[in-house]
T-cell receptor
Framework: GQNIDQPTEMTATEGAIVQINCTYQ??????LFWYQQHAGEAPTFLSY????GLEEKGRFSSFLSRSKGYSYLLLKELQMKDSASYLC??????????FGAGTTVTVRA | SQTIHQWPATLVQPVGSPLSLECTVE??????LYWYRQAAGRGLQLLFY??????ISSEVPQNLSASRPQDRQFILSSKKLLLSDSGFYLC????????????FGNGTRLTVT
């Protein structure tokens, strides 16, 4: 089975950095995705990690530790448009994604 | 380039009525196809996925069903809707690779009254 934990809400100010942690327990693991979902819209792909370490993509970075069942998404230089829900999604053996409940990030001026 | 179409965007249906949501993918062959549901303020729940025509796997027992009559067409149906079926329904596709992300359609917001 799978058990995915991430904080429900986080608040930060414009220009700051926020780190969203995700822990997971899955019966099989083939990597992990992070998605961004604005209110009322479909999720959009942000990042993918399969090996331990940090993947950087502009203002967004994602880290994975397979042995610890742990990942985080780092958002730097926060902008108002970054206010959204961020979903952690481990990949199971048979290519199914399980999604966490998401972390709602609110960016304040 | 690949695109995914999902319709309708919004739907209001009475309890007990049937449901049919359609999703089509263009620009790729033999995609994996998925139906997810998101209840208000909650995470995405995988309902069905398909790795090929006529191959449907159900994740959660309920009054919904799915069919894949063509390679790039995925249909979500119900014979009789329940109030609890209200939610945001998302169709998605991916290719058969470990690092292939899911690409979502724009979703259907279903309200059962």
């Amino acid at each position: 089975g799978q058990n995915i934990d991430q904080p429900t809400e986080m608040t930060a100010t414009e220009g700051a950095i926020v780190q969203i942690n995700c822990t997971y327990q899955t019966s099989g693991f083939n990597g992990l995705f992070w998605y961004q979902q604005h209110a009322g819209e479909a999720p959009t792909f942000l990042s993918y990690n399969v090996l331990d370490g940090l993947e950087e993509k502009g203002r967004f970075s994602s880290f994975l530790s397979r042995s610890k069942g742990y990942s985080y998404l780092l958002l730097k230089e926060l902008q108002m448009k970054d206010s959204a829900s961020y979903l952690c999604a481990p990949i199971l053996n048979d290519y199914k994604l399980s999604f966490g409940a998401g972390t709602t990030v609110t960016v304040r001026a | 380039s690949q695109t995914i179409h999902q319709w309708p965007a919004t739907l209001v249906q009475p309890v007990g009525s049937p449901l049919s949501l359609e999703c089509t993918v263009e620009g790729t062959s033999n995609p994996n196809l998925y139906w997810y549901r998101q209840a208000a303020g909650r995470g995405l729940q995988l309902l069905f996925y398909s790795v090929g025509i006529g191959q449907i796997s159900s994740e959660v027992p309920q009054n919904l069903s799915a069919s894949r009559p063509q390679d790039r067409q995925f249909i979500l149906s119900s014979k009789k809707l329940l109030l609890s079926d209200s939610g945001f329904y998302l169709c998605a596709w991916s290719v058969l690779q470990d690092n292939s992300p899911l690409h979502f359609g724009n979703g259907t917001r279903l309200t059962v009254t």
